[in-house]
């Protein structure tokens, strides 16, 4: 088995994922978020690049309800933001929830041509290392980054994840995706690895400190979010 982790959203848009596996990353705080919903019982996310598009898909839905950010912000005339604690049973439960935030949503969306594409962040790591391990399919890892540029948080969930399967089967990996393997096997502690790094940061300097607590835990849920046809859902 092959994988392979991309560092950005653009970073998948000429990559050949024929019968491949894709796994999306965005852990302050999209797909934390996804995640939170899914299991929170929201029916499923339309995730999108733009607010007008997420706007007007919204619009024609009579169940559901606006997140999303910019600059780590809720959108104006938004329901949620994008605070993973936000997105709790009471509000979302049997509702559709149409996203867009500035890195997690289009990095959905630039991947075309895989087999599954699943949803991942330290919430669900092993969940999803155990599906890839089941399916043993070719993988690309992709981390939204930030702006387009490689972001610690996302990079060193992915190589948890890498380090995972490789403990139970032999991998083919390149040397960048090796050396966030190793990184992930030196980091015990998450919130000591990421304390320094720019999202983190920016969402701490921004009042955000409960969701980036929130965001590092490992391995709380099962669910494994899946996006097929433009809709995510729960896998199971
Ligand atoms: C993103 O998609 O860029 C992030 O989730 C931004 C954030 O809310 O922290």
Redesign the pocket.
Known sequence: MQIKILNSAKDIINEDLEGKNVVVI?V???TSVMITAIKNGAKSIFPFENIDDTKQACSLNNNGLLAG?RK?LKIDGFDFG?SPLDFVKEKISGKNIFMT?????RAIQNAQGYDNLYIASYLNLSAVANILLKDRKDTVILC?G?DDEFSLDDALCAGMIVNKISKQIKIKADDATLSLQILADLSDNIKDTLKNSK?YSY?KSIGYENDLEYCIQKDICEVIPFYKDGIIKNIK
């Open positions: 965005d302050l705080r999209a950010e780590g994008n935030t500035s890195n997690g949503t939204a930030t999202h969402l």
